[in-house]
């Protein structure tokens, strides 16, 4: 899968989980970093690692960044 759109990570909700969308689509909720990094790379997009998800463009954080977990 190849996104044009940014892959949005939205703020934490009450358990501090965050849903992760591409393209439109929730495909998940993460609990942490890596775990945005496993549901991007079951997506498809494989060349993302946690430095990645950190720092990339194609991600908007929503409500805090990567080191941004509690509600």
Request: charged share 15%; hydrophobic share 45%; aromatic share 14%.
């Given at each position: 899968m190849t996104t044009t759109q940014p892959?949005?990570?939205?703020?934490?909700d009450e358990d501090g989980g965050r849903r992760v969308r591409?393209?439109?689509a929730i495909l998940g909720r993460?609990?942490?970093v890596k775990d945005v990094v496993a549901i991007?790379?079951?997506a498809g997009l494989r060349a993302f690692d946690e430095n990645c998800v950190?720092?990339?463009s194609l991600i908007e954080?929503?409500?805090g960044g990567p080191d941004h977990w509690a509600h």
């Open positions: 892959v949005v990570i939205y703020p934490p591409i393209d439109g993460a609990l942490s991007l790379q079951d950190a720092y990339s954080w929503r409500g």
